[in-house]
């Protein structure tokens, strides 16, 4: 079985920092990608940042230049960055790991975490 397994959510002050973290359990094989996606109140679950086992990143155009994505696949584990937060950032931040192969199923699936709250004051 895979866990995933996010910290660092909070509230912060706009203009201010926040460091996500995610930490995938279980008979891991190989993750292919891992990203971030947050979803407001009311609002759909959208990407916010994705990275390959390539180290090859893609962002939402709304974080570009103020997050950072990175990942150590030693530790089964991604990060985001948040710098210069908004109000407009305030959701759940959700972790999730794609591709994902277990030493005991030859087949690939995605994993989603639980989330974490991000809350950014004006």
């Known amino acids: 079985q895979v866990r995933l397994v996010e910290s660092g959510g909070g509230l912060v002050q706009a203009g201010g920092s926040l460091r996500l973290s995610c930490v995938a359990s279980?008979?891991?094989?190989?993750?292919?990608?891992m990203a971030w996606y947050r979803q407001a109140p009311g609002k759909q679950r959208d990407l916010v940042a994705r990275?390959?086992?390539?180290?090859?990143?893609t962002y939402a155009d709304s974080v570009k230049g103020r997050f950072t994505i990175s990942r150590d696949n030693a530790k089964k584990a991604v990060y985001l960055q948040m710098d210069s937060l908004k109000p407009e950032d305030t959701a759940v931040y959700y972790c999730?790991?794609?591709?994902?192969?277990?030493?005991?199923?030859?087949?690939?699936?995605?994993?989603w975490g639980q989330g974490t709250q991000v809350t950014v004051s004006s």
């Open positions: 279980g008979s891991i094989k190989s993750i292919n990608a």
């Open positions: 990275i390959t086992s390539s180290r090859r990143t």
């Open positions: 999730k790991a794609e591709g994902v192969v277990i030493w005991t199923f030859p087949e690939a699936w995605d994993y």
